[in-house]
């Protein structure tokens, strides 16, 4: 299994412009959620899907949407970049039975 | 509100020495623990978790965790550290009040000195 993935690694976006952050997993888990790394800051989550069709808004969704079509994927959209959406993504994914996380390598995007 | 706190952003220990990160969680109901840990370059992995039972629990690499009730509570400890224990430690709270919707603290910096 290649667990969780994410595309690209690194992106550097200049203001207004727009990007989907590719994240895939093969284990077949139903959870699958977005979180932004910020120092100092943990983890916050974005969004996050119990399900392909079903996704909803975490602790900071603003500036950002989803779509769950399948399973295996939970791409994340930035329509309008903006200096403050610099940071590190994780998606991460889990069966409905268990609480453990898994997570993808990251991308680290920048805004200027 | 539930939120996580860790009380360190930053430690710095030689190797040999022993580990408490420490880490205090206000969230109702009942809860599941976590202790995740990022070394350098690579992605979060699970360390150790508590869901019910013994509160002492044990994770990889040595490291356990013991959940307090009364003090909210779940430290980490660790009684030799390594150089390769370096990493970023993170304390997570989920429970059946937030939809199981994990809340993460702001992460604790190790730094163990050869």
């Known amino acids: 299994n290649a667990g969780v993935t994410q595309t690209p690694k690194f992106r550097i976006l200049k203001i207004g412009q727009s990007m989907t952050l590719q994240c895939a997993q093969d284990?077949?888990?139903?959870?699958m959620y977005w979180y932004r790394q910020d120092p100092g800051m943990g983890l916050k989550l974005i969004y996050y899907s119990v399900g392909a069709g079903i996704t909803d808004k975490g602790e900071v969704p603003n500036g950002y949407n989803v779509s769950r079509s399948t399973t295996e994927d939970f791409p994340l959209r930035l329509e309008l970049a903006a200096p403050s959406q610099t940071s590190v993504y994780f998606c991460?994914?889990?069966?409905?039975?268990?609480?453990?996380?898994?997570f993808g390598p990251g991308t680290r995007l920048t805004v200027t | 509100a539930q939120s996580v706190s860790q009380h360190n952003h930053h430690v710095i220990l030689s190797e040999a020495a022993s580990l408490e990160l420490g880490c205090n969680y206000s969230y109702g109901g009942t809860v599941n623990l976590f202790w995740y840990v990022q070394y350098p370059g690579q992605h979060l992995q699970l360390l150790l978790k508590y869901f019910s039972g013994d509160p002492l629990v044990k994770g990889i690499k040595g490291f356990e965790a013991e959940f307090i009730k009364s003090k909210f509570s779940f430290n980490l400890r660790k009684p030799s550290v390594q150089w390769s224990d370096t990493a970023e430690y993170f304390c997570a709270v989920n429970g059946n009040t937030g939809g199981f919707k994990t809340i993460f603290g702001a992460g604790t910096r190790l730094f163990v000195k050869a």
């Open positions: 991460a994914s889990r069966l409905t039975d268990s609480h453990e996380q898994y």
């Open positions: 284990m077949n888990h139903n959870y």
